[in-house]
């Protein structure tokens, strides 16, 4: 029985790694979806150019880091009433911070 649990442990280990790799990477999946569908268009006419994407690069933006940048997700999520569950706003997060921010957790 010993010999059975240490044998298994590393496939074990491997397998949660691998599995919890796979959901982290649906999470940001999920997070680019909402950011096309609800935030790129608004963030388009910010702009002023037609590219939602540029907001995220300004010299002058006001996220500075990951705390600001769930706070700014969070006040988008109120104000323009885009009933985003508490996981969509995270997963939001998620996939802004490693497309743009590479903010450090």
């Known amino acids: 029985m010993k010999f059975l649990i240490h044998s298994l442990a590393p496939t074990l280990v491997a397998a949660f790694l691998l599995s919890s790799s796979v959901f982290a990477n649906e999470l940001v999946a999920n997070g680019k979806v909402i950011?096309?569908?609800?935030?790129?268009?608004?963030h388009a006419k910010k702009t002023g150019f037609g590219n939602g994407d540029m907001i995220y690069a300004r010299s002058d933006s006001k996220v500075t880091t990951l705390a600001k940048l769930n706070s700014m997700i969070s006040v988008c999520n109120t104000e323009?009433?885009?009933?985003?569950?508490?996981?969509?706003?995270?997963?939001?997060?998620?996939?802004?911070?490693e497309q743009f921010y590479n903010f450090k957790p």
């Open 35 to 42: 950011d096309q569908d609800k935030c790129y268009a608004c």
């Open 80 to 97: 323009l009433r885009l009933d985003l569950f508490p996981e969509d706003e995270a997963d939001v997060s998620k996939y802004l911070n």
